[in-house]
């Protein structure tokens, strides 16, 4: 199972990302997936996380500014980001639990100058 996430880069604080996550390979079943970030200095923290029976939760730092969504019946998750804080920069990566094991992708750099 590969997990690839795409959609970041450098956007002015107040401005607006989206990341894609997409898990390929033999899957079963996915159970959740999630996005969390790591700023520098700074330990991995949750996001936001989706079920696969849709039920959502967000980090309250972020809780209605980001929204986390996924494809209908294909293994990808967005993560959409409004009004975005420099303290949101961070390398932000994506968690898959899928057939009971866990998968990481590699990150994306989300950057946000004030």
């Known amino acids: 199972v590969q997990v690839v996430e795409s959609g970041g880069g450098l956007v002015q604080a107040g401005g607006s990302l989206r990341l894609s996550c997409a898990a390929s390979?033999?899957?079963?079943?996915?159970?959740?997936m999630g996005w969390y970030r790591q700023a520098p200095g700074k330990e991995r923290d949750v996001v936001a996380t989706?079920?696969?029976?849709?039920?959502?939760n967000y980090a309250d730092s972020v809780k209605g500014r980001f929204t986390i969504s996924r494809a209908n019946a294909k293994n990808t998750v967005y993560l959409e980001m409004n009004n975005l804080k420099p303290e949101d920069a961070a390398v932000y990566y994506c968690k898959a639990d899928i057939d009971g094991s866990e998968y990481w992708g590699q990150g994306t750099q989300v950057t946000v100058s004030s």
């Open positions: 390979g033999s899957i079963l079943w996915f159970r959740i």
């Open positions: 989706i079920t696969s029976l849709w039920k959502t």
